[in-house]
């Protein structure tokens, strides 16, 4: 392939052509960094509710989230890739697990747009974040929130769509590769907020004393 491709930003809009374009011309540190910078909105995302403020300063939080997020991001898509790419088999993929770690680590880039959303929050209205029972201001949150749903969804599009370049699918085929291991993930990815969560308090109760 020779045109050259941004892929944070054409996967918003051509998934396959961006998967084909790293699969091709990057190399795995560029899926790590990739994934690393990713996955720092989507932690973001995971600090609703979770009660860390006050118990944790903001800017520890923040430290905290920068230096962890990569770390369970590179697991998580690892993870994720090892779960997809035999389901893709099971539909005549050719996919390889390389092909497959790289083409995943493009599927969370959306959330890189709600870093600043969720940032901005944190520091404007630290409780309404991170405790849901409490009011504040309206505005931020909503549009915030708004944001995450349509990212997220699109996220999913995009899975689909390099998951069916990677493995040489048609896009249904994709979609099922993808249902099962999802729940699957999703199961893991909790785990992983939850033991997030329990480092976070852990830190927190250390340095508290």
């Known amino acids: 392939m020779n045109e050259k491709l941004n892929p944070f930003l054409s996967v918003w809009l051509h998934p396959k052509k961006t998967a084909r374009f790293v699969i091709e011309n990057k190399g795995f540190p560029y899926a790590l960094l990739t994934v690393a910078v990713s996955y720092i909105g ?7 509710d979770t009660e860390l403020y006050p118990l944790l300063p903001l800017w520890g939080i923040l430290l905290i989230l920068l230096i962890l997020s990569p770390i369970f991001g590179i697991i998580s898509n690892a993870i994720y890739a090892l779960i997809v790419w035999p ?4 539909f005549n993929g050719v996919g390889t697990y390389q092909d497959m770690f790289k083409a995943l680590s493009l599927i969370a880039i959306p959330y890189i747009i709600l870093i600043p959303f969720y940032i901005i929050w944190m520091f404007t209205d630290p409780l309404s974040l991170f405790y849901t029972d409490m009011e504040g201001s309206l505005v931020l949150p909503i549009i915030t929130l708004l944001f995450t749903v349509v990212v997220t969804i699109w996220c999913m599009v995009i899975s689909i769509g390099v998951v069916a ?3 040489k699918i048609p896009n249904w085929q994709a979609f099922l590769t993808i249902v099962i291991p999802t729940i699957i993930f999703t199961f893991l990815i909790i785990i992983a907020i939850i033991v997030l969560a329990l480092i976070i308090v852990a830190i927190g109760a250390i340095f508290g004393y």
């Open 87 to 90: 389901m893709g088999k099971l």
């Open 42 to 48: 989507v932690f973001c995302a995971s600090l609703i």
């Open 165 to 167: 370049e990677a493995h």
